[in-house]
T-cell receptor, first 117, second 109 residues
Framework: GAVVSQHPSWVICKSGTSVKIECRSLDFQATTMFWYRQFPKQSLMLMATSNEGSKATYEQGVEKDKFLINHASLTLSTLTVTSAHPEDSSFYIC?????????????FGPGTRLTVL | GQNIDQPTEMTATEGAIVQINCTYQTSGFNGLFWYQQHAGEAPTFLSYNVLDGLEEKGRFSSFLSRSKGYSYLLLKELQMKDSASYLCAVTDSNYQLIWGAGTKLIIKP
């Protein structure tokens, strides 16, 4: 099946620093990738939709200058949390859409747990 | 607005059967997904329904009624490892996924 990886799996950083999270589709090409954030005991919250070769589409309330998304190739999307603060501590999960058709099953990466001190 | 409703939490006994319901009101419908998510892990795909009826896959079955805006996930022969959150998600007319808040299923011995 389709496999999506994320790196790192967890990261601890100081407040004010920037953190980059990578999302890779290992055995398929993904034109579209999604970035989610999940706080404890809450459901997934879509942050942005990342399309290869174009700018990401951010959901309402998500600061595009704070959460920088780059989707430079069909197998890699990156999320950079700039000037991270403790309230950015969360579980960040990416997913990749298989194919370009309308059936949009998403394959999820294992997630990255970010803790900002 | 778009809305997906699921029970927040359910409890069942090992070996029993449990049904998790999901109702939705969305702008258009292009399919419904069920995902399983264990604590601290990413969701994993369970099922996809786009036509009315029951889809069976091993111990798990998923049912859809588009006219009622209703789906359920049926888990049989419950095992302790089935303790997880179960997420219902609907694809709307723009092919955007709308997520439910998830149902936490607790399995007791």
């Amino acid at each position: 099946g389709a496999v999506v990886s994320q790196h790192p799996s967890w990261v601890i950083c100081k407040s004010g620093t920037s953190v980059k999270i990578e999302c890779r589709s290992l055995d398929f090409q993904a034109t579209t990738m999604f970035w989610y954030r999940q706080f404890p005991k809450q459901s997934l919250m879509l942050m942005a939709t990342s399309n290869e070769g174009s700018k990401a589409t951010y959901e309402q309330g998500v600061e595009k200058d704070k959460f920088l998304i780059n989707h430079a190739s069909l197998t890699l999307s990156t999320l950079t949390v700039t000037s991270a603060h403790p309230e950015d501590s969360s579980f960040y999960i990416c997913s990749a859409k298989l194919g370009t058709g309308d059936y949009n099953e998403q394959f999820f990466g294992p997630g990255t747990r970010l803790t900002v001190l | 607005g778009q809305n997906i409703d699921q029970p927040t939490e359910m409890t069942a006994t090992e070996g029993a059967i449990v049904q998790i319901n999901c109702t939705y009101q969305t702008s258009g419908f292009n399919g419904l997904f069920w995902y399983q998510q264990h604590a601290g892990e990413a969701p994993t795909f369970l099922s996809y329904n786009v036509l009315d009826g029951l889809e069976e896959k091993g111990r798990f079955s998923s049912f859809l009624s588009r006219s009622k805006g209703y789906s359920y996930l049926l888990l049989k022969e419950l095992q302790m490892k089935d303790s997880a959150s179960y997420l219902c998600a609907v694809t709307d007319s723009n092919y955007q996924l709308i997520w439910g808040a998830g149902t936490k299923l607790i399995i007791k011995p």
